[in-house]
């Protein structure tokens, strides 16, 4: 079937889900037959978008509209299509989680309504085929989003949150305005297909001013630094599965715009423009992990990995356009190629690790990382699920974040193909920030799957998880998606390659895939890596020394011994590492980024603190909040100071300000 | 770097032989006493047993039992009778069995009471 | 486990010296005692991990037996290793009156040793020459342990640490057991 009509029928879906769920008031019959079908939307955005990822763009279909908000045009294009394969797979996922995670109620009836109109808007995002489509659609999905993250109004900090995301959202809404008005304007249209065929009429100065605009405003919402303040604080105060959804899919959605403009509106710029976007990149994807490091709230930390990741992504993105500019046609598509796996990789495995967030919050009643711990007793088959979600973004083989990670190293490492000593230099320079990236999001992870998981538990909440009831088949199905992306790459390149090749015209297959299973990055002497022979071989390394030691174990007598714990009599929860203490060394590294502040209180003046407690605290500076943010918000409620009289109240004073713009107009229509 | 290499040449080597070759420091160390059996009589055997600060001294009728391994060599009973009691210069001390440490040294039989 | 002497009770007084003077009857077992613990010492000759264990001493003994890592009696060079993980350790190296609150911990460190292992009793406390048994303590380590060599001194010097450790590892011939510290004439400055 057409690309476009799966995604009908998944808007449809969802459209229905909405309304079902909406009309029966959050009755429990109703949620599930809501989430039912919105899983089968799920299902049919899923085949939809892998549907266009390989065989290609399908036609414009113009679906009326009217003369105030233009015409409705709607195209399924191979760009979108991995991204609406991934949309699609975090609405089944989240369909099969959410029944048992909310409770019945007119609260969660509008939440869930919300929830699959907004699922229907990102899908309207993606397949837009002209500007006003896209902008409607995008606006949509951003005003549903807010109300998603609105679902406790009651409690403060749900408000401060999604203020910050809607704040932030238009501000880069305005920029993406003006960047496709700019496109528009130039090309005389405001049909995509035809803005990307003209855009070689597009002066040069106009055309990188609207790609910056873009990378800009889409930053905002992918969350590029310093654009990324609201992530870390809309995450924690959406539920579960709305965090999800957000850093998911809607964070993607900012990289969709980014390679939208990058590779399908715009030809191919000048070097500096993708300089400044894999700066961007790079810059991001090493600030975000090291925030990420010292949050102890599951969710913000979450968030914060969620932006070192679309650092990963526009880095790639970036070192494409590079490579474009440098006619490296290969490397160019190669990149894209590997961006967009991280993509699809990312929003599964994020997806899973929020869900289970989630689940924890749910069994514990806590989401700090210090309350928990030694829930893989309490909660075993969410810690095997999270396991897996953890050993993915940890970029750790065998699973799909290895496959994405090298593939996009192996780009950034041919930067000596670009033949400019300096860019080649600057590429590598990217790829040792993305270096140290994996390796501080190993220790994150590290922190952020032991600290909760393993040991002992810390508090009574912990000691008393429970894993009866808990909602384990929405995960469960992401850990088994993140294992097949990893197994069968191969198809998932040969697919993305097809697409690729239509969005950039460049057919990277015969170069990307010699023999059957093995990858190799655009050209054939650089070096080569099969994902599916490297899960084979590591089952095999783990299984079969294991089997011969079974076989032909010792039969000599052995002592059983306790484990060494250094000879402790009891040991206390409160012994154990805090994810603070775990994560100090980075705090004592990088100072010069977080400045940390200590303050230390002692109830007495005894140096030995004997009589009574002894009060530490320390803080990390929240720098752009603090030195970026609050300058430009005061700045703007000077400037509302300013332009305050106009609005008096007085309502003569506004009968003349009806009077002189009837005036006003008047004399400029008479000109 | 070059410095301490240099300083450690001229130094020489400063690691003992031991036990290939005696060590120079063992002579100034602390033993524990050898006694005299041909002078310690019960009133000398009793004034060491009080003097020793370790209780490593005992004395069993005839005979004086010393417990090497309570003997810190601190010298006191040298210093109170030094005719019965010397430095013995050993200190390779190290026992199989705690048996070994106890050694038992024979009192003059004609003692005054 | 460590087939090592019978657990001699350590006690300053009478018991030791009964054993040493009774009959042959326990010479004999003594006899085959020590073959067997020769034969498991002269496993470790050259190649000898030790794990110190403090069970209350004054420190003295571990100030002494910090310099055997120094320059000066160097013990690597006899291929005698300090490790401070028991799982890695051949030999434990005990100082200390035994204190009664270090109880689990010297059990689960003598038994998270592999065998066969070797314990060195070190220093006058854990002889039992310093301190009686009391509420707070045993007083002596072979209360707790089953000990295989004593090092007498307080502290015992480097040197005689260093002959301890061979002894137990079969390198040197025990020399105390021979020694009488009795004289019959004057003694010249030279040992028996």
Redesign the interface.
Known sequence: MNALTWFYLAAAGWGLAAATVLAGRGAQLAIRVACALSGLAGAAALAGGASALWWGDSRVITAGGSVVVGTLQLQATSLGGIFAALLGLVAVAIAAFAPRYHQAGPGTGIYLGVFNLALAACLAVLAAANVVTFLVAWESVALLCYLLILRNPGRPEAAAGAFWFLALSEAGFVLVVAAFVILAAKTHTMQLDLIAARAHLVPAGWRDAAYLLALTGFGFKAGLVPLHVWLPEAHPVAPADGSAFLSGLVVKLGAYGIALFAFRLLPVGPAWVGLLTMAAGAVTAAIGILYAMNERDLKRFLAYSTIENTGIIVTAFGAAMIFGAYRQRALWAFLLLAGLYHVANHGTYKTLLFLEAGVVEHATGTRDMDRLGGLIHRLPRSAVITLVGTLGIATLPPLNGFVSEWLIFQGLFQGFRTGSHLIGILIVVAAAALGLTGGLAIYAFVRGFGIPFLGMPRTRQAREAAEHGQPVAGPALLAVSCAALAVGAPLVILALSRAVGTVTGVALRPVLLPGNLTVIPAHTDFSAFSPTYLAVFLVAVTVVPVLIYLAGRPRADSVTASVWDGGMVTFKPRMQYSAMTFSAPTRVTFDALYRPSVSLHRASDDPAGRSGPVHYETEVTPVFERYLYRPVIRAVEWLADLVRPIQSGDVNLYLFYVFAMIILAYLLGAL | MTLWFLRGLRRGVVTTWYPARPDSSAASLPTPPVFRADVLDRATADRLVEVCPSRALRRESDTLIFDLGACTACGRCQDAAPEAATPSGEFELAATSRAHLVKRIPLLREARS | ?TAS?PS?R?Q??GA??Q??ESGSGTDAE?KAA?QL?QRIASQFRRSLHIRTLDTGSCAACEQEIRLLAA????LH?LGLFFTP???HADLLMVTGPAIRAFD???R??Y??M??PKIVVATG?CA????YPSDAFMHGSV?EILP????????P??P??L???L???VDR?A????D?????????V????
């Open positions: 486990m002497n001699i350590g300053r007084d030791s010296a054993a040493a003594q020590d613990r320059p000066h009696y160097d060079r993980a028991p799982r689990v911990a010297a689960k460190t038994e998270a592999p065998g006058a002889l039992g020459g310093v072979s000990v295989d060599v004593w090092i007498p001194g307080c015992p010097s040197l005689a260093l002959q301890g061979l002894v137990a040197l025990e020399k105390v057991a020694l009488t510290f009795a004289a019959d004439g004057p003694t400055e030279v040992p028996e």
